[in-house]
């Protein structure tokens, strides 16, 4: 990977009438197109850690490279311009329509105004913002549409880094998750370097590619891939932030497609039914998938077949638990408690079979 | 009680202002200059006062004392006072007229800069601006509200104000006053005053119809 987009050296911050430490030797690195997640109870130095980087907050000790360049030689507006900045309370100017709103940073830059009216009407179609609002003042935009709108400022001079604090939190939970979805979205795309900070430790598993956990006192506790953190806590404070349904948390992050699904036992309908019995024996169950040519038509058993000639002679049932190959093994285990069965139909692609999944599978993660 | 002393004399007669149409025209316009010019130099002042002091917090309470004596001082004597070094001249007028706007138009531009949201303020400065930019591009344009309604305080205090300069040859329409108290002769005490109050409406409308014009962001709902 060569060398980290960001990295903190020994980071400390005190600031000024503290006796305690807000950063204590804080080391980090976060590499290009990485979305990592700053998260702790307040008190953790998290914000202070993000401000450090765009220097709004100035270390006491220690060195931040941003792209191999040490910040605290380069001029802070200059800087700051060239790293998209998202505050929880968003701070729109009040004073300036959505579009200029939107065009703040490129206008700094001294961009043409036919270049910043398209990038505006780019990020306006990004954000699902419609032409309509671009016009408009903030205080006649809901809290969603605000939250957008400091989203879409943020990324107007298509900065390679971008630091986010809390950039969801004062909406409602409903309106949250939609703008984690699209964030999500355009990240994918867009592979921005980004510092998010949150206390929310859901939204970090959600959105991390890396989390750091930070203790009070700016300790960092762990830094690792969600799944990493989930399965492998460092220690019990760690242990004690993931809170109840760690195991949970953890499947919710795993597909189907990314664990080995067993085939289970499978007959085509035109088989005799011997073959079918054959099947069920080698197997062990008592039941059998019906596939033809790749594509599920359901279940059948033993008492259906009994005294059939052919598979297809018995009717086939249809499973009641289906799971797609990208859902996750949360959704999975979801929907083998609430179907009451003990075996769901792994699909993908509408209805090609892949295999079936069971309750002793999905525990077998877990532990894993 | 001069009123009543002439007793042949109607309260007001008419034909009086048909043959001073012009004089009462000249005063009128020397009126609203002698306000504009204390307004205008007052905001210069109180303009980097008042972003002096919102910065450094320890120079506001000797600012808003300073001009809070100004404002305290009787504008009859400070007008006579300042008449034996500056004379009867439009620099004596202004100087005692500008000290009255500077109280008001201070606290204002103060406050308008306290009122600018923080979490704007923050996010300006993280995307880059300079604290210049910051001051003419933010701080500014939002305290503008509250700086326009010093201003139109400031406005009407002063066109009242603008009449007892006639005591130093000055006065606009208070010229008419003094040679109506001066001679027994109530018409253009009356014609000065109602002037000089329809001046001091019409300023304020004319200065809020400007902030409507200027701040439209600020029609709708107030920003949190």
């Known amino acids: 990977m060569g060398e980290p987009h960001i990295r903190l050296v020994d980071v400390v911050k005190q600031f000024p009438n503290s006796q305690s430490l807000a950063v204590d030797h804080l080391n980090l690195e976060i590499e290009e197109g990485e979305t990592a997640v700053l998260v702790g109870p307040s008190g953790c130095g998290k914000t202070t850690t993000m401000k450090m980087i765009n220097r709004l907050v100035e270390p006491t000790s220690g060195q931040i490279y941003v792209d191999g360049r040490d910040v605290m030689e380069q001029d802070p507006v200059q800087l700051r311009r060239g790293i998209g900045y998202v505050i929880q309370t968003i701070g729109l100017m009040p004073h300036r329509t959505i579009a200029q709103n939107i065009a703040t940073v490129p206008e700094l830059l001294g961009w043409e105004d036919s270049r910043v009216k398209s990038r505006v009407t780019e990020l306006a179609g990004m954000l699902e913002l419609s032409i309509e609002l671009l016009s408009r003042y903030p205080s006649e935009l809901s809290g969603g549409q605000r939250q957008r709108v400091g989203v879409a400022r943020a990324l107007a001079a298509d900065p390679p880094v971008m630091l986010m604090d809390e950039p969801f939190g004062a909406v409602d939970p409903i309106v949250r998750a939609r703008l984690q979805d699209q964030f999500l979205d355009i990240q994918d795309r867009l592979r921005k370097t980004i510092v998010f900070v949150t206390h929310d430790i859901d939204e970090a598993i959600k959105m991390a590619d890396r989390i750091a956990i930070l203790n009070v006192g700016g300790i960092l506790e762990q830094y690792d891939s969600p799944k990493e953190i989930l399965r492998n806590p460092a220690n019990d404070f760690v242990r004690e932030f993931l809170g109840s349904e760690r195991g949970l948390k953890r499947l919710a992050l795993i597909k189907v497609s990314e664990i080995e699904v067993e085939e289970g036992p499978v007959v085509a309908p035109g088989e005799p039914v011997q073959k079918a019995f054959e099947v069920m024996e080698s197997s062990g169950s008592t039941w059998t998938s019906v596939v033809e040519d790749g594509e599920l038509l359901g279940w059948v058993d033993r008492q259906a077949l009994e005294g059939k000639a052919r598979v297809s002679d018995a009717p086939a049932q249809k499973f009641s638990a289906f799971v797609t190959a990208d859902s996750s093994l949360r959704e999975a285990l979801d929907s083998l408690i609430t179907s009451e069965t003990q075996v769901a139909a792994v699909v993908w692609e509408g209805q090609r079979y892949r295999g079936v999944l069971n309750l002793e599978r999905i525990s077998r993660e877990i532990l894993a | ?224």
């Open chain 2, 1 to 224: 009680m001069i009123l009543a002393q002439s007793t042949e004399e109607p309260f007001f007669r008419p034909e009086w202002v048909g043959r001073n149409l012009d004089r009462i025209w000249e005063q009128l316009v020397e009126h609203a200059y002698l306000t504009g010019l204390a307004i205008a130099i007052g905001l210069l002042i109180s303009i980097p006062a008042g972003v002096f002091a919102y910065r450094h917090r320890r120079a506001y309470p000797p600012i808003t004392w300073f001009a809070g004596f100004l404002y305290t001082i009787p504008s009859l004597a400070l007008f006579a006072f300042l008449t034996a070094y500056t004379g009867l001249t439009t620099l004596t007028a202004e100087i005692g007229l500008v000290s009255y706007t500077l109280l008001i138009l201070i606290r204002n531009v103060v406050a308008g800069l306290e009122g600018v949201p923080p979490d704007t303020r923050e996010a300006a400065r993280g995307m880059g601006y300079t604290s210049r930019q910051m001051l003419w591009r933010v701080e500014l344009p939002l305290a503008f509200p509250v700086i326009l309604a010093g201003i139109r305080v400031a406005t009407v205090t002063i066109i009242g104000l603008v009449t007892v300069t006639s005591l130093i040859g000055k006065g606009g329409l208070g010229a008419f006053i003094l040679q109506g108290i001066q001679r027994f002769f109530s018409t253009p005490i009356v014609v000065g005053a109602v002037l000089s109050v329809l001046l001091a409406v019409a300023a304020d409308l004319g200065l809020l119809g400007l902030q409507r014009v200027l701040t439209p962001w600020s029609r709708e709902k107030k920003w949190a």
